[in-house]
């Protein structure tokens, strides 16, 4: 039952955390934050699937050839789930000022906001199963896919905040719209433990399944974001960021095996 409360603490963080940032910080400091939070989390996400979730995988009894088709496998799904408009993640910066989602201005979120609580319910979902997944393998790998899950959990709600607010949406009933939509992570949580837990063989194609999803958020949608001409200044500091996401990974595992 502990490996439950840690699941249940982990999904619940990054929701809590991102509504707390959006409460406490006016639209401009949001839209700044989120361009440094994108690149920090691209960071974290790629160091987290290539250094440790997918060797974690690889080291099972599992088929190598089966685990590369697995990984094939999620990027496709995740791509076709972004195709349906349900695994949302992009922050663009759109003309009028605000960070949209999936290129969204002031005309297209009245009738997206939404169909952004709905696509974001199904993705905190799946992440919550992610990462039950992780934490039944090993409490160490589960506080690290947690945690990457967090870095880009936080810029993809305060993006959908400011599109509900651009929607119509209220800033206390976007806050309480987003945080309805963290709580989806939860459930996800909570059934993956009953769920994944008696299928421990699964174990090492969920991991392929959780890195395929970290791959792909990084790759095609984070990442893109960050190709644009920029000053050597910005683009330093964008470099700085990504670095600063993959050390905070490094970072982490220290500090869980000396624990």
């Known amino acids: 039952m502990l490996t439950l409360l840690y699941i249940a603490l982990a999904t619940l963080l990054g929701g809590l955390l991102s509504v707390l940032i959006a409460a406490s910080l006016t639209v401009t400091a949001l839209t700044h934050m989120v361009r ?49 408009e349900l695994y949302r993640h992009a922050h663009h910066h759109e003309g009028d000022g605000h960070s949209h989602h999936l290129h969204f201005d002031k005309q297209q979120a009245g009738r997206g906001g939404w169909s952004v609580l709905l696509g974001d319910s199904i993705h905190n979902f799946c992440d919550g199963i992610i990462i039950a997944a992780a934490f039944l393998t090993d409490v160490r790998l589960g506080v690290l896919t947690a945690l990457a899950i967090i870095a880009h959990e936080i810029p993809q709600e305060l993006g959908d905040f400011i599109v509900l607010l651009n929607a119509g949406f209220s800033r206390r009933k976007a806050l309480l ?40 958020v990084a790759i095609a949608d984070l990442i893109p974001q960050l190709q644009h001409r920029l000053s050597p200044r910005d683009t330093a500091i964008q470099l700085a960021w990504l670095a600063a996401g993959m050390a905070v990974v490094v970072s982490v595992v220290r500090v869980i095996h000396v624990g």
């Open 177 to 216: 719209y987003n945080a309805a939509s963290g709580l989806s992570a939860v459930a996800g949580g909570v059934l993956g433990y009953f769920v994944v837990g008696p299928w421990k063989a699964l174990f090492p194609y969920l991991l392929v399944v959780a890195a395929s999803s970290f791959v792909y």
């Open 36 to 84: 440094h939070m994108v690149s920090l989390a691209a960071g974290v996400l790629l160091a987290t699937a290539l250094l440790h979730v997918l060797p974690e995988a690889f080291e099972s009894p599992a088929s190598p050839h089966s685990l590369f088709a697995t990984l094939l496998a999620g990027l496709m799904f995740f791509f076709l789930l972004e195709k349906a």
